[in-house]
């Protein structure tokens, strides 16, 4: 009967009574050490080794306090009471016998010289016969040497595998440890080259338009420093006429001699009416300092605009990013989630899901947990290549069975979709193609403008290119929304998380 107790409290995986036993949401039980060894090894799908349920992971795993006290109800009740010889030792004071260097047997007593015999586990000490006759440990525990070193080899057996499974589960941890610095330092390093490069980006796209516009500012100067320039000269052309025209006036009606003065007027007659009649020339250049309508076109300065928002707006989410997880109570039967919740796939095979009201049974459809019900919002979807897939928001309040659940064809969602070559947006069951591509989005940004009543799809792999913007007034929170209607093991979609 004790072979089948040890049986029955062994862990199936190393074979040795319970250590911190752990249980599994199946009821299966292992020792805590084992089963994060197993967890360590997994590749994605984590399953019990037993029943090959799977487990969400290390979060699911819940201490058996009830087990761990019967395990320590077994060691007590399996030490060797007969040999005793007084009071029994509790079954907790076995772990709380320090380590003795060996035995003393054949050494004597301090007190009487005689051979040392028992070990008193109260006081720690070593005694003689006459030391037990005597009464000096009276109701104390004492044992023989016999006794009192099995107890402390099983003691010191027990307290070393503890030491040997803590420093397991230490090595574990630093393994794991210094994996997630490597994976950190990795992620900022990607983080810092991003931004950098994003900053670069921005910093000759402001060097270029520094240069237009410096470029355009010489060009304007220089036509208006030239029409200023003739302006002048022909101003000047006519003040040299007329100041000619006014000496040889001048010097005719200063003659008093009569013939002479009359040949004089013959002479300068003519050039003198021609600049009394001349029209003054009012070739002016206009006092506006620049022509901004003219500038502006060759300074692209709203393409330059758009882009350096653009760009503003990647550095913002690139330090905010957005933490979308997928809600696993809303997961169709048929759709598989990542242990991280970001990434879903179809599946031929019925996930063993929990009954739950919010779950879509008809369409293979799944719903964020997080909703917003302000602000402007974006996040990043990559999808695979064989996948037929859409995307977009809804209410909570969007049907869970049905033709009507699916995702644009109720009065609340809104989705984009790919499916058969075809781009299609659909709301209120009114599906409209937007055109066929060759090769479909692979990564797409959806922005989210709750106050502006806004839902805005991009392609952003590659070339940036808009692909359609839902304009609805949004009255409730919305929560990301997605579905897989394609098979192939190219199907599947990912929540990009910040990078």
Request: with cysteine.
């Amino acid at each position: 009967m004790s072979f089948s107790m040890r049986e029955e409290l062994s862990c199936p995986i190393c074979l040795q009574l319970y250590l911190d036993p752990v249980v599994l949401p199946c009821g299966h039980n292992y020792c805590q050490v084992c089963i994060m060894q197993t967890i360590d090894n997994a590749d994605k799908t984590l399953q019990c080794p037993e029943c090959r349920l799977e487990f969400q992971g290390v979060q699911s795993l819940q201490k058996n306090f009830k087990l761990s006290s019967i395990i320590n109800g077994y060691i007590a009740s399996t030490s060797t009471l007969d040999t005793k010889v007084e009071n029994q030792p509790k079954a907790d004071e076995l772990y709380e016998y320090p380590v003795v260097a060996e035995s003393q047997t054949g050494k004597e007593c301090d007190i009487h010289h005689c051979p040392l015999v028992y070990f008193c586990s109260t006081d720690m000490a070593l005694l003689c016969s006459k030391c037990f006759v005597e009464g000096l440990h009276h109701n104390h525990d004492l044992l023989t040497f016999s006794v009192a070193e099995g107890e402390m080899r099983h003691a010191l057996e027990v307290r070393s595998k503890v030491v040997s499974n803590r420093l397991k589960m230490t090595d574990f941890l630093v393994e794991k440890v210094k994996e997630q610095q490597g994976l950190s330092e990795a992620v900022g390093d990607k983080l810092v080259k991003k931004a950098v490069t994003t900053v670069e980006v921005m910093a000759r796209l402001v060097e270029g338009y520094r240069e237009r516009l410096q470029q355009l500012l010489d060009e304007e100067q220089s036509q208006r420093r030239n029409s200023w320039h003739a302006g002048v000269g022909a101003l000047e052309e006519q003040q040299k006429l007329l100041m000619d025209a006014q000496q040889s006036a001048t010097e005719a009606l200063n003659m008093t001699d009569s013939c002479s003065f009359i040949n004089r007027f013959v002479l300068i007659e003519e050039k003198v009416r021609k600049a009394a009649t001349v029209s003054i020339s009012c070739n002016i250049p206009t006092k506006a300092p620049l022509n901004t309508k003219q500038m502006q076109e060759g300074l692209r300065s709203e393409a330059f605009r758009a882009e350096i928002s653009r760009l503003a707006e990647f550095l913002c989410i690139l330090f905010n990013p957005l933490e979308l997880t997928f809600n696993s109570c809303t997961a169709h039967p048929n759709l598989q989630l990542s242990n991280d919740l970001r990434t879903a796939k179809y599946s031929d095979t019925r996930q063993p899901h929990v009954e739950h009201k919010e779950r879509f049974t008809s369409a293979p459809q799944v719903m964020c947990n997080q909703g917003f019900s302000s602000g402007e919002h974006v996040w990043v979807v990559e999808v695979g290549p064989e996948s037929m897939w859409s995307l977009g928001v809804c209410y909570k309040t969007i049907p869970r069975r049905g033709d009507h659940s699916r995702l644009g064809h109720n009065s609340v969602s809104w989705r984009l979709q790919w499916k058969n070559g075809k781009l299609t947006v659909c709301k209120s069951s009114s599906n409209v193609v937007l055109r066929e591509m060759k090769q479909q989005p692979l990564k797409i940004e959806v922005a989210l403008d709750y106050e502006g009543g806004t839902l805005m799809f991009h392609n952003i792999k590659g070339q940036r290119e808009h692909l359609y913007t839902f304009k609805v007034a949004f009255k409730d929170t919305v929560y990301p929304a997605f579905s897989i209607q394609s098979n192939t093991p190219g199907s599947w979609i990912t929540l990009q998380c910040g990078l």
